[in-house]
């Protein structure tokens, strides 16, 4: 039996995900910047998920959002590299969370979007994180999330 590893995308789609066409800037950016092999995204929200963290929405709530902020943001990466097999190393996230004064469980919510790294990515997708409570985000969003990542050259 042949031991075929499977791509990043084979194994978002083993997930049961998909990704999506890269969503267009809604201001005066663009939604990616390459300076030698490091990828800056912009922020990315979500469609799917709107309001605050501690009042409209719950943890679980949060978590899938993250997730799907991730895929989005996978999106921009795919776009500018082709494959995501040509990720290096993901280096950075930042996570914000649209959420009430008294909501404290922003590294939950944040965790979606990281196992997903781990998962679609295994030890090239462990990272470095903040995830940070905000009093609102665009379009009330419940999340966004900024990444940085390194690409083979």
């Known amino acids: 039996m042949v031991n075929q590893t499977l791509s990043p995308e084979e ?6 995900l998909s990704l999506k066409s890269m969503r267009k800037p809604v201001g005066n950016y663009v939604p ?3 300076t030698g092999n490091l ?10 998920y709107h309001g605050k963290l501690g009042r409209d929405l719950d943890i679980e709530e949060g978590y899938l959002a993250s997730r799907q902020s991730m895929l989005n943001l996978l999106s921009v990466i ?9 990720v290096k190393r993901i280096v950075k996230m930042l996570g914000f969370v649209n959420c009430t004064e ?7 919510v944040m965790n979606g979007a990281s196992d ?18 905000m009093a609102q985000l665009p379009n009330n969003t419940a999340i966004e999330i900024e ?4 690409v083979e050259e």
Do not use: M
Request: negative net charge; glycine residues 12%.
């Open 39 to 48: 990828i800056y995204t912009s922020g990315q929200g979500v469609d799917e």
């Open 78 to 86: 795919k776009h500018e590299i082709g494959e995501l097999s040509k």
């Open 32 to 34: 990616y910047v390459k």
């Open 11 to 16: 194994k978002i789609n083993s997930l049961g």
């Open 102 to 108: 008294s909501f404290t469980d922003q590294p939950k």
């Open 116 to 133: 997903l790294l781990v998962e679609v990515f295994g030890e090239k997708g462990i990272h470095a994180r903040s995830a940070v409570g």
């Open 147 to 150: 990444l940085v990542v390194e």
